[in-house]
């Protein structure tokens, strides 16, 4: 790796076991972070469209981010130290995943669009291999097994419940696509800035670079019909969990999740974001009353036993290094 460029955004090995309780950590919290954000986005569906709730959220985090950075680093940090052409690239690659997405999920049914997701650590792993030739480290494809088989148990239970099952509509190529996309900026957040950059200042940068583009795909789906006029008058309720969701969920889960990526790479986040329907499941029980199906939480462990499978590789992998040492 060139001296310049960022952190280990695909690690083969790890380097110390601190690497992975701290990467590990991070993960967790992005991930309860966007698992608390699924029962409030879909309320907040209710008030804005998809197109237009994105763009705002990404904007007043980009806002949200830059005061911290003003206040802890100066106005300074708000200049980019690498070509704004490469900001640029990266709100490309976080706007599609942002717009596919959305996209995606209204044109296929959820129980499809679940078991898309639950591939989420192959289209990393491919994304890596491509873009980096990053090999998969030990215990991924068991660790992938088991956050399939937990996806696939999830999946069944909540078919059998709702009476969807498996069917292709469309929207499942975006699904993917958008996922492929947010590997890709994930991977470029950290290869594209110099070590000395913090992630505080790489998520601003990078959310400031996808709030424009947001914007365009709202136009784009404004003037095709897909959205109606924006709500000028949202109720508190709907106000209220738009801060909560931007602040958490996008300022805060973005800083986390590129610690992350910085320190365990981008194939274990895509493993540890199999866990983020589990912590929905369990924020919407807590806050919501909304109970779990059994098969769902049957599910959600086994997810839980492959992301700690791996994690525990890791951390036994770390701590032999300094065994191997003279």
Same mark, same amino acid.
């Given at each position: 790796?060139?001296?310049?460029?960022?952190?280990?955004?695909?690690?083969?090995?790890?380097?110390?076991?601190?690497?992975?309780?701290?990467?590990?950590?991070?993960?967790?919290?992005?991930?309860?972070?966007?698992?608390?954000?699924?029962?409030?986005?879909?309320?907040?569906?209710?008030?804005?469209?998809?197109?237009?709730?994105?763009?705002?959220?990404?904007?007043?985090?980009?806002?949200?981010?830059?005061?911290?950075?003003?206040?802890?680093?100066?106005?300074?940090?708000?200049?980019?130290?690498?070509?704004?052409?490469?900001?640029?690239?990266?709100?490309?690659?976080?706007?599609?995943?942002?717009?596919?997405?959305?996209?995606?999920? @209204?044109?296929?049914?959820?129980?499809?669009?679940?078991?898309?997701?639950?591939?989420?650590?192959?289209?990393?792993?491919?994304?890596?291999?491509?873009?980096?030739?990053? @090999?998969?480290?030990?215990?991924?494809?068991?660790?992938?097994?088991?956050?399939?088989?937990?996806?696939?148990?999830?999946? #069944?239970? @909540?078919?059998?419940?709702?009476?969807?099952?498996?069917?292709?509509?469309?929207?499942?190529?975006?699904?993917?696509?958008?996922?492929?996309?947010?590997?890709? #900026?994930?991977?470029?957040?950290?290869?594209?800035?110099?070590?000395?950059?913090?992630? %505080?200042?790489?998520?601003?940068?990078?959310?400031?670079?996808?709030?424009?583009?947001? %914007? +365009?795909?709202?136009?784009?789906?404004?003037?095709?019909?897909?959205?109606?006029?924006?709500?000028?008058?949202?109720?508190?309720?709907?106000?209220?969990?738009?801060?909560?969701?931007?602040?958490?969920?996008?300022?805060?889960?973005?800083?986390?999740?590129?610690?992350?990526?910085?320190?365990?790479?981008?194939?274990?986040?895509?493993?540890?974001?199999?866990? +983020?329907?589990?912590?929905?499941?369990?924020?919407?029980?807590?806050?919501?009353?909304?109970?779990?199906?059994?098969?769902?939480?049957?599910?959600?462990?086994?997810?839980?036993?492959?992301?700690?499978?791996?994690?525990?590789? @890791?951390?036994?992998?770390?701590?032999?290094?300094?065994?191997?040492?003279?």
């Amino acid at each position: 790796m060139n001296a310049k460029s960022g952190g280990p955004e695909t690690p083969s090995t790890p380097t110390d076991a601190s690497a992975a309780w701290i990467g590990g950590g991070s993960y967790v919290l992005a991930c309860v972070f966007w698992g608390m954000n699924i029962p409030l986005t879909a309320t907040l569906f209710q008030t804005y469209d998809p197109y237009w709730l994105a763009f705002m959220r990404v904007s007043l985090a980009a806002i949200l981010l830059a005061g911290v950075l003003g206040v802890t680093r100066g106005l300074a940090a708000w200049r980019s130290p690498i070509p704004i052409w490469r900001i640029v690239v990266m709100g490309v690659f976080a706007s599609t995943f942002f717009a596919m997405y959305n996209i995606g999920l @209204r044109h296929t049914n959820t129980i499809t669009a679940a078991a898309i997701v639950a591939g989420t650590p192959v289209y990393g792993a491919v994304v890596s291999r491509l873009m980096i030739g990053a @090999r998969l480290e030990k215990g991924f494809w068991g660790a992938a097994l088991l956050t399939l088989l937990g996806a696939g148990i999830a999946i #069944y239970g @909540r078919a059998g419940a709702t009476g969807q099952f498996l069917a292709l509509q469309g929207g499942e190529i975006l699904l993917v696509l958008g996922l492929g996309c947010w590997a890709v #900026y994930s991977i470029l957040s950290q290869r594209w800035f110099t070590l000395e950059t913090p992630q %505080l200042q790489r998520t601003f940068l990078g959310l400031a670079g996808a709030s424009p583009w947001l %914007l +365009v795909w709202w136009f784009l789906a404004r003037a095709a019909g897909m959205t109606e006029t924006i709500n000028l008058h949202p109720n508190a309720t709907a106000l209220t969990y738009l801060l909560v969701t931007t602040v958490f969920a996008t300022a805060l889960g973005g800083v986390v999740w590129n610690i992350g990526v910085a320190r365990l790479g981008v194939n274990a986040g895509m493993m540890w974001q199999n866990t +983020v329907p589990v912590f929905a499941v369990l924020i919407s029980l807590l806050c919501f009353g909304v109970q779990p199906l059994p098969e769902q939480v049957a599910g959600g462990v086994t997810v839980l036993a492959g992301v700690f499978y791996m994690q525990w590789h @890791r951390i036994q992998a770390a701590r032999a290094v300094p065994a191997a040492r003279p």
